[in-house]
Nanobody, 123 residues
Framework: QVQLVESGGGLVQAGGSLRLSCAAS????????MAWFRQTPRKGKERDFV??????????YYSDSVKGRFTISRDNAENTVYLQMSGLRPEDTAVYYC??????????????WGQGTQVTVSS
């Protein structure tokens, strides 16, 4: 059974930083692309792509809204993917989810999801 467990969310002031982690089990982690998505109450159940990384950490890609501020990375030996977030803005407030799958920018391209971690940025 695949499990993805996010951690590292919390409350931070605008301009601050957080690092999210997602620990994976029950899958051959190094064979999967990984991604971070986020969901806000304003958008209902819609999950927006934030960042993705290929199975070998050669390719990374970001949404325009976080490019230059967020960095995705992975440690295949530890079965963990990270999202380093800097220069946080109130509009980054959301529940952040990690996902595993073949890769891509759409949630439908990912098979397995974590339970989410709340990030709240105060102004």
């Amino acid at each position: 059974q695949v499990q993805l467990v996010e951690s590292g969310g919390g409350l931070v002031q605008a301009g601050g930083s957080l690092r999210l982690s997602c620990a994976a089990s029950g899958l051959t982690f190094s064979s999967y692309a990984m991604a971070w998505f986020r969901q806000t109450p304003r958008k209902g159940k819609e999950r927006d792509f934030v960042a993705g990384i290929s199975w070998n950490p050669v390719s990374t890609y970001y949404s325009d809204s976080v490019k230059g501020r967020f960095t995705i990375s992975r440690d295949n030996a530890e079965n963990t993917v990270y999202l380093q977030m800097s220069g946080l803005r109130p509009e980054d407030t959301a529940v952040y989810y990690c996902a595993a799958g073949p890769g891509g920018l759409s949630p439908v391209e990912y098979d397995d999801w974590g339970q989410g971690t709340q990030v709240t940025v105060s102004s």
